[in-house]
């Protein structure tokens, strides 16, 4: 019989190796799934996973998709590597796209070269604001951050549609629960010509340099490692848990607000009801994929962006309705926690006794 | 005859939340932490709708519910207990596959319409009494049966129950099968009774809010069958509030009162003594070998 019993030391080999068992899981899950809803398996992949990226438009989409997930990601690793799970970066998200879009808005119709630096610091500290108050509980009254941060998704949500509805409303539009279009100067600057590839993408890389520095260098970094390995150590080495969960929430909070206020300022181009199709929560698959490692967020950034514009493209070219990427998305992380029993334990076959 | 009408909308609005409070309590007293009620909820919901939708008798509808949301859970319990997966990415996985699952398998149901389960007794119908009897039921077989015993014994402490020579994997297979059942019967007295419609991610995050009445009413059934009638007594104060048009407050403001309560409960009453209620091997793997 089949059981599985623990290493001595995790296997660094299948760390690695894990993430691409699960991508070929969960292609071999959505060929049989395919077939199942009567397609041919070998089209729908082929219009999921290839067709959007065969020319220079589509790998341009792919950056414009993977920019917000390689930023939140970024920050959700942070607090996942110290067992902090902030699940709620999509109202971070959300009201850092309020604040950094409000203020081009408010400052409407000025257009000159301090309104964009200007909006992305609202959406940062808009993120960081929304981060606050799951960070304020967890270390004052030890409340579950989980269940606050996902709380404050759905207010998020609420806040947004009512602004649409009412202040932020486009004066002008056939009442219509949309802002203005931003002004030329409150865009980001696009850095790839005909595409919308926009400066987003650099933000992304940078940021996850920052995170790699983070990380490896300094002592904040060691003191999330330890926390998240061994907290008894962390406690015993006099760590201060509050600041690690306040820090890796900030981080986390700031970056969600950065990615907001990108979409905003980015391909959407005004504030809608809706800004996100949800890339705070597939985030968290981001980040686990990518081993909570900067390298690999950004790697697993763009296969999972693939996985939106393959959703889009199997529905325009094969009828495939579109929430086949949420369920794409949620086999991954399934096959991929599956998979990592093989980091700390090995399978042995035995023959009953 | 008003106040007797919005005591029945109480009670209607709580029953989901009493399921899948119920359900996830009895998981998180076997020791294990399922974040993946609100996925196994909209499974149930969309599972029971198209039952329903396609002319069955709604007890089926409500078994099938029951059914998807147990066949979700058992993929959670290969995670967890099959592969000593991290519990609380394991739960989120859940949620996100149910999430696009049911979107999926129910987008050509959206609109559809369906009867409403019968009132039997006061306006309300079965189920919500099903659900105060389960609460019952819970509490007694909890605390007053042998297994009840086990299944505490093994959320407290699992290498202790192991040693005593019970199958602390097993107990836990059970406790998240269970809890996926009613979680998925829950969800499917959305989509079949509350609503009575199926639309994409119908459940609003009452998954999450059931998770937090189990921490609000300590790991005990009675208590949390409390906190899910004041929940429900929340929502059908906005939805007054909202019909009357008597305040003139915006509708996404009272659509906020839930989450905002839900916070504000968790701030008040999670202090440390309310925590060392909670089962002591909560969210921990457990190894044969270890």
Known sequence: ML??????????????????????????????????????????????????????????????KAAPLILIALGLSLGFRAGIWNIGAEGQLIFGAICGGGVALALYPYDGAWVLPLMLVAGVAGGMVWAALPALLRTWRNTSEILTSLMMVYIAALVLRL?????????????????????????????????????????????????????????????????????????????????LIWLTFMISGGLAGLAGVGEVAGPIGQLV????????????????????????????????????????NAQINAGLP?????????????????????????????RAP | MTDF????????????????????????????????????????????????????????????????????????????LGFAANQVASGLALTIFGTGLSALIGSNYVGTPVDKIPAVLWGLDPMVFAALAMSAAIALWLYRTRQGLILRAVGENAEAAHAHGHTVLKVRLLAIMFGGAMSGLGGAYLSLAY??????????????????????????????????????????????????????????????????????????LTTRQQQSRAPAALGQAFHRLR
């Open chain 1, 273 to 312: 009801p809706v800004v996100s199709p949800g890339y705070g929560f597939t985030a968290i698959i981001v980040a686990f994929l990518g081993r909570l490692h900067p390298v690999g967020i950004v790697l697993a950034a763009l296969v999972i962006a693939l996985s939106y514009l393959g959703g889009e």
């Open chain 2, 195 to 268: 609503t009575p419609l199926w639309a994409e991610g119908m459940t609003a995050g009452r998954g999450w809010i059931a998770l937090a009445l189990v921490v609000f009413g300590a790991w005990r059934p009675g208590r949390v069958l409390i906190g899910a009638y004041l929940f429900g007594s929340v929502g059908v104060l906005q939805l007054h509030a909202q019909s009357s048009g008597l305040l003139a407050i915006p509708s996404e403001i009272l659509s906020m009162l839930p989450y905002i309560a839900t916070i504000a409960v968790l701030a008040l």
């Open chain 1, 163 to 243: 602004l649409m509805n009412d202040l932020l409303r486009d004066p002008d539009g056939f009442s219509f629960p949309e802002s203005r279009l931003l002004t030329n100067g409150a865009l980001l600057p696009i850095i790839l010509s005909e595409t919308r590839l926009h400066l987003g993408a650099a933000f992304a890389i940078a940021a996850a340099l920052l995170v790699w520095i983070l990380t490896r260098h300094t002592l904040i970094g060691f003191q999330i490692k330890v926390a998240g390995l061994a907290p008894n150590a962390a406690r015993y080495a006099g760590f201060d848990h509050n600041r």
């Open chain 1, 3 to 64: 059981r599985i019993e623990p290493r001595p030391t995790p296997s660094r080999r299948m760390t690695l190796a894990a993430p691409l068992l699960a991508l070929a899981l969960t292609v071999a899950t959505g060929a049989t799934l395919f077939s199942a809803l009567g397609h041919d398996p070998g089209a729908a992949l082929y219009h999921f996973f290839v067709g959007p990226i065969s020319d220079r438009y589509g790998l341009a989409e792919m950056g414009v």
């Open chain 2, 5 to 80: 009408l919005i005591l029945g909308s109480i009670a209607m609005a709580a029953t989901p939340l009493v399921f899948a409070a119920l359900g996830e309590l009895v998981t998180e007293r076997a020791g294990v932490l399922n974040l993946g009620v609100e996925g196994m909820m909209l499974m149930g919901a969309v599972c029971g709708f198209i039952a329903v939708a396609s002319g069955a008798h709604w007890i089926v509808g409500a078994a099938a519910g029951a059914l998807a949301g147990a066949c979700l859970a058992s993929l959670f319990a290969a995670l967890v």
């Open chain 1, 322 to 350: 579109l929430a086949v990427t949420g369920v794409f998305q949620g086999l991954l992380l399934f096959f991929l926690l599956a998979c990592d029993v093989l980091i700390q334990y090995r399978i042995r076959w035995r």
